[in-house]
């Protein structure tokens, strides 16, 4: 069995390949099955992934680990790729970004792959932004959650906008109003990387964006 965690190896896909192109990140690993008891992780070799930006389309690294004890392995991501994507984080962020702002899936494609290296089709964005709706309510509670455990004294629930009888898109405004105060809260500027591939690596895998 395999399992993959996200870490901030890079901001962007060329310092990745600079870094770490031919040269295992230096960190070391405990197994997250609690019946291991921490066991250290032994270096596992690596495979290849594809990652898209607009204009290229590369073969990166990804290293794995793996536990003696177990048997399982894990698989460590830069954090502007996730594990079921070839587009870069940042470029899926930009296309949703440009769908609540009103753009056509069709306008979105053209923008995001050159045509150039194959493009993307607006069949393809549209299938991000429906997955990206259907998981945007869970995040967003495990957002709020976390604020509050850091000592967020708002009362987050109020502040959204129509409360339960909310849309999905009333609670995307509130996953971007709860976003901006959870990466406050680390003093991080989204400016270059955006605020997904941040995010990304503190969520758990089945609520990654």
């Not at 587009?87 to 296309?95: I, M």
């Not at 509670?141 to 708002?154: M, P, S, T, Y």
């Not at 609670?171 to 990466?183: A, G, H, I, R, S």
């Amino acid at each position: 069995m395999c399992k993959n965690r996200i870490l901030p190896f890079g901001k962007t896909l060329k310092s990745y390949l600079k870094e770490h192109g031919e040269k295992r990140p230096n960190i070391s690993l405990c197994c997250p099955d609690k019946s291991c008891k921490k066991r250290t992780l032994y270096k596992h070799g690596r495979y290849y992934r594809w990652a898209t930006t607009k204009y290229q389309c590369i073969l990166i690294p990804i290293y794995r680990w793996y536990c003696p004890l177990c048997g399982k392995t894990i698989s460590l991501f830069p954090n502007f790729l996730i594990p079921w994507a070839r587009v870069v984080t940042t470029s899926r962020e930009a296309a949703f970004n440009r769908r609540r702002k009103g753009d056509s899936f069709e306008k979105i494609s053209k923008s995001i792959v050159s045509p150039a290296i194959g493009g993307i089709s607006a069949t393809t964005i549209k299938r991000w932004w429906n997955r990206y709706l259907a998981q945007i309510g869970r995040t967003s509670i495990w957002v709020a959650g976390r604020l509050i455990h850091f000592g967020e004294e708002e009362d987050l629930l109020r502040l959204h906008s129509k409360g339960v009888n909310s849309t999905t898109l009333d609670t995307l405004k509130w996953f971007y109003f709860l976003l901006q105060k959870y990466v406050q809260k680390f003093q991080f500027n989204p400016s270059l990387m955006g605020y997904l591939s941040f995010l990304n690596t503190h969520l758990p895998a089945d609520l990654r964006l």
